[in-house]
């Protein structure tokens, strides 16, 4: 069982920057892909951004620039730095990761963060 637990959301001002974590319970992150999904109220759940076991990262055309996702594999934790953040932003961000099995692929997601941006 893999859990993931999110931090580092909250208010801050537009223009302004946040830095998600994402913590695992085990070393899933060097080892398969992983990524942080937003939500905002009466909207879809959107990829926001992405990165592979490679090292490779895939943005949201909205984000390119301003986001950046990194991991540190020997703390079992996952970023997203977020700059220059607007209101429509505005979201529970989520974190998420798809492992494999000899069965088949489960998909784990932690519980969300809340970022707010002000006008």
């Known amino acids: 069982q893999v859990q993931l637990v999110e931090s580092g959301g909250g208010l801050v001002q537009a223009g302004g920057s946040l830095r998600l974590s994402c913590a695992a319970s085990g070393s899933i992150f060097s080892r398969y892909g992983t990524g942080w999904y937003r939500q905002a109220p009466g909207k879809q759940r959107e990829l926001a951004a992405f990165?592979?076991?490679?090292?490779?990262?895939r943005y949201a055309d909205s984000v390119k620039g301003r986001f950046t996702i990194s991991r540190d594999n020997s703390k079992n934790t996952m970023y997203l730095q977020m700059n220059s953040l607007r209101p429509e932003e505005t979201a529970v961000y989520y974190c998420?990761?798809?492992?494999?099995?000899?069965?088949?692929?489960?998909?784990?997601w932690g519980q969300g963060t809340q970022v707010t941006v002000s006008s």
């Open positions: 990165i592979t076991s490679g090292d490779s990262t």
């Open positions: 998420n990761a798809v492992v494999s099995f000899p069965t088949g692929h489960v998909e784990y």
